[in-house]
């Protein structure tokens, strides 16, 4: 299970209730082809911006219960209504997305976790909701843990980020710990790096352990899930550890001993 942004996402898991299928499948569709209108081809930033202009306009159409001839906004549609879904995640998504095109660095970690706050988070508080289980308590645990996520999946694509011209790691903890671009340019495994990266995971594995509770305390299918998500973002960051913190030359990825190491914890998970 690589962390990456929608690769978390539970489609098609086994754990996943037959009849919430639908709705994921279709929550899925618009983050998915959202998020690739920001990143994937040849085009220019202003193409970006203007298609995914179309998915803020759809959501407008939508929050007005319009007819919708595209199917994947007619099914997203279906979805909003049969579970009273709340528009805002889905707007924080495209807000986060329409960031990428056009912002390439963070100074700070405030100005990052808020880049999280809707990139990442929405995905959980819209599963806490398909769930019936959004609270106030839940949806802050769940924040962590998606916060988390998007943390891991920058800190161990650190190497392709920087091909798509983006670094993730704030300035002020770069200059704090002595790294520079042209650094991470030349992929310089150094003191200053290793000093910068053991910092950076010890911070995401925190943010993750305070949100781990909500596996726990949630019932049945969706609790199973979120011990796997939380067992996997944990253990990619034991692997950036094992591999000496060298993720230019040593992405790290999940392999089946890994699985069954992360099933194990799992099953042993305590508050």
């Known amino acids: 299970m690589p962390v990456n942004h929608y690769e978390n996402f539970p489609v098609a898991s086994v754990l996943l209730p037959q009849r919430l299928r639908p709705a994921v499948a279709a929550i899925y569709a618009f983050a998915r082809s959202a998020d690739d209108l920001a ?29 919708m001839e595209d199917p994947m906004f007619a099914a997203l549609a279906k979805v909003v209504e049969e579970y009273r879904l709340p528009l805002q995640p889905f707007r924080d998504l495209i807000s986060a997305f329409q960031q990428d095109v056009v912002m390439k660095r963070y100074a700070d970690f ?18 806490l909701h398909l769930y019936g ?13 998606c916060s988390a996520l998007q943390l891991i999946n920058f800190w161990q694509d650190v190497a392709i980020d920087w091909t798509k011209e983006r670094i993730y790691l704030p300035q002020e ?16 495994d150094t003191p200053a790096w290793r000093s910068l990266m053991t910092f950076e995971v010890e911070r995401a594995r925190t943010m993750m352990l305070a949100g781990a509770p909500l ?11 979120l011990r796997l998500v939380v067992q996997g973002g944990l253990r990619i960051l034991e692997r950036i550890e094992a591999n ?16 069954l190491i992360m099933a194990w914890r ?6």
């Open 39 to 67: 990143d994937e081809g040849e085009v220019t930033p202003q193409e970006r911006l203007d298609a995914l202009a179309t998915y803020v306009k759809a959501l407008d159409r939508i929050e007005r219960k319009e007819r």
């Open 110 to 127: 405030g100005s990052l976790l808020d880049y999280c706050r809707r990139s990442a988070n929405p995905v959980g508080v819209l599963m």
């Open 133 to 145: 289980a959004a609270d106030a308590r839940n949806i802050a645990q769940s924040d962590a843990i």
């Open 173 to 188: 903890d770069l200059k704090r710990h002595g790294v520079t671009e042209d650094d991470i340019a030349a992929g310089l």
């Open 215 to 225: 596996a726990l305390r949630l019932p049945g299918r969706i609790g199973w899930e």
């Open 244 to 259: 000496q913190y060298d993720v230019y030359r040593r992405r790290p990825k999940l392999g089946k001993k890994d699985w």
């Open 266 to 271: 799992s099953l042993r998970m305590r508050t």
